[in-house]
């Protein structure tokens, strides 16, 4: 892919906006550095090669079915919430189903909720204060341990979520006011962190929550979790860990998170869209939550591959850790476009063409550069009708050239050399929410030099 001189820079969140020109929204920005724990672009190379993630939101609210907040939300008392577990029995469930839908939708690694805002721990963990476990209340099952036995039987690399935060200790709320109790908080997170690492290994750590009362941001309360220490700690058992910056650490890799829609330029670090399957009104499972529509959810796919991102897409199972024929069809649905089309996502790099917005973005392997063409109305208009949207710049080919365009059927696209680069006419094509065009290149492509760069200032939390 041609050699990569390191450099180092720092940008501020408006930075990233402007200079790169886009409207990502990186969470944890400015986050403690820790050389110590940094990790080298080959260390997190598998995970920018996998490109496609699997996210399972699943606890104690999903028996109540108002998204994960329902306990902060509907203000329900500790006592009928732990009532709620201790009741919560699902009935024929298996991970391995996760794993089968995983696998379905072509991802490469799963990340699953360990414990979310709530406290409610899906594991054997004996720092749970009040023993507030799915091991010892309900069901009497280790998910976490189930989840991480299916995860190796598929093949799919191991990630955990787990939130920092726990509403039942009013020190989070107040933790310079009750300091004591906030200190409690904090040794559970320690012993908990420690007993996800060093029991499952994973390949992923997945923070959340590392804010403090509701306020500020992962960063700003760095202060009170101690990052650097935590994540050291988290390290022992797996010394390439990739772990995400939601800890008050600056992390492995940046997270973009939501459905709001991606554009402007490659960003040149390693970082992930996180978004939701449904609606996004919630990440936990809700009764009759839309299943978004499979043209767009492909095309955010491929917005946020060929901006050098990849795509983490969760699922929230009902109570049973059943999910709902909408989303299991809609996964095939992408599964079976990946199976197809897979070759231009996983093991690919963003570019060497800037994406143009609504219109087309680039992935490269070697000689072969894939065209990602969501809107062909430009490549249809005659060959004299030349505009920024349909030419493909030739400088940023370092003096390569293209050799030959095709579909993924064969079918030849006539190819010219103009002025400004390359200019395509595709011919008329069915309805498609991406229409790949396959470039041969006379030479390995030459990327974009990455480096060192670190985003700080203002991140929305």
Not at 65 to 88: C, L, S
Not at 241 to 264: K, M, Q, V
Not at 361 to 387: K, M, Y
Request: charged residues 25%; negative net charge.
């Amino acid at each position: 892919m041609g050699e990569t001189k390191p450099f180092t820079k720092e940008l501020t969140g408006a930075e990233l906006q402007s200079k790169l020109k886009s409207n990502i929204h990186f969470k944890s920005l400015g986050g403690q550095r820790s050389d110590s724990l940094t990790l080298t672009l080959s260390d997190k190379e598998w995970w920018m090669n996998d490109k496609i993630g699997l996210f399972i939101h699943w606890g104690i609210y999903s028996v109540i079915g108002h998204g994960e907040w329902a306990k902060f939300n509907e203000q329900i008392p500790d006592d009928v919430y732990r009532k709620t577990a201790e009741e919560w029995i699902p009935k024929d469930f298996s991970t391995d189903a996760w794993l089968e839908t995983a696998r379905d939708l072509g991802a490469k690694y799963a990340v699953m909720v360990t414990r979310h805002h709530d406290g409610f721990a899906l594991w054997d963990s004996p720092a749970s204060y009040g023993s507030f476990t799915s091991a010892a209340i309900g069901a009497h099952r280790d998910y976490v341990a189930e989840f991480a036995d299916s995860c190796r039987r598929y093949g799919l690399r191991l990630g955990l979520y787990y939130s920092l935060m726990d509403w039942r200790f009013p020190g989070y709320f107040d933790p310079k006011g009750l300091p004591e109790n906030a200190a409690l908080m904090k040794k559970q997170c320690y012993g908990q962190v420690e007993e996800l690492c060093s029991r499952f290994r994973p390949d992923i750590l997945w923070y959340d929550g590392g804010w403090l009362a509701h306020s500020g941001s992962d960063a700003s309360a760095a202060w009170f979790w101690d990052p650097v220490r935590l994540n050291t700690i988290a390290r022992k058992y797996n010394p390439k860990l990739l772990i995400n910056p939601r800890s008050g650490w600056e992390g492995d890799f940046y997270c973009d998170e939501g459905s709001a829609e991606i554009d402007g330029n490659i960003i040149p670090v390693p970082w992930e869209k996180n978004m939701c399957i449904c609606s996004g009104k919630s990440w936990g499972w809700m009764a009759d939550d839309p299943v978004s529509d499979f043209d767009w959810l492909i095309r955010m796919m491929v917005n946020v591959v060929c901006r050098g991102g990849n795509w983490l897409l969760n699922i929230g199972p009902d109570c049973n850790g059943k999910i709902s024929p909408e989303i299991r069809s809609r996964i095939h649905e992408i599964g079976e476009w990946l199976r197809i089309s897979g070759d231009s996502i996983y093991g690919t790099k963003a570019g060497p063409f800037e994406p143009v917005d609504h219109i087309y973005g680039s992935t490269c392997r070697d000689r072969t550069v894939w065209l990602h063409v969501l809107d062909p109305a430009p490549f249809r208009l005659p060959p004299e009708a030349e505009n920024p949207q349909n030419v493909l710049p030739a400088d940023v080919l370092k003096g390569n050239e293209i050799l030959s365009a095709h579909l993924t059927d064969g079918t030849e696209v006539a190819l010219r050399k103009t002025k400004g680069g390359y200019r395509l006419v595709l011919p008329e094509l069915p309805a498609a929410p991406d229409t790949i065009v396959v470039l041969t290149m006379k030479d390995p492509v030459q990327l974009l030099e990455w480096g060192e760069i670190h985003f700080s200032g203002s991140g929305k939390s």
